[in-house]
Nanobody
């Protein structure tokens, strides 16, 4: 059964760091793009970062460039999102998602999602 399970969220002060993990099962991870999305209360889900599989490219939302780093370990079937210099506006539920070969910033391009992990940035 295909499954994505996120972990690593929590409460952190502004300027702090968190590392999210996305454990995949039921499919060959290295054949698909893996993305991280987030959704804040009352807002639409937005793409934060993505790692494609065909060319190894990674993509970031402008507001997280230089602070977040996406990576993947296909052997461990796990993707990661290292988040540094966190800001209150980074607060939300973070989801990992599986798409096709290429990355997309649109949620409709991804057909499998994890249950999400809460990230709260507050003093």
């Amino acid at each position: 059964q295909l499954q994505l399970v996120e972990s690593g969220g929590g409460l952190v002060q502004p300027g702090g760091s968190l590392r999210l993990s996305c454990a995949a099962s039921g499919f060959t991870m290295d054949s698909y793009a893996i993305a991280w999305f987030r959704q804040a209360p009352g807002k639409e889900r937005e793409g934060v970062s993505c790692t494609s599989t065909n060319n190894g490219k990674v993509y970031y939302l402008d507001s997280v460039k230089g602070r977040f780093t996406i990576s993947r370990d296909n052997a461990k079937k796990t993707a990661y999102l290292q988040m540094n210099s966190l800001k209150p506006e980074d607060t939300g539920v973070y989801y990992c998602a599986r798409g096709g070969i290429f990355c997309s910033g649109q949620a409709y391009a991804y057909n499998y999602w994890g249950q999400g992990t809460q990230v709260t940035v507050s003093s």
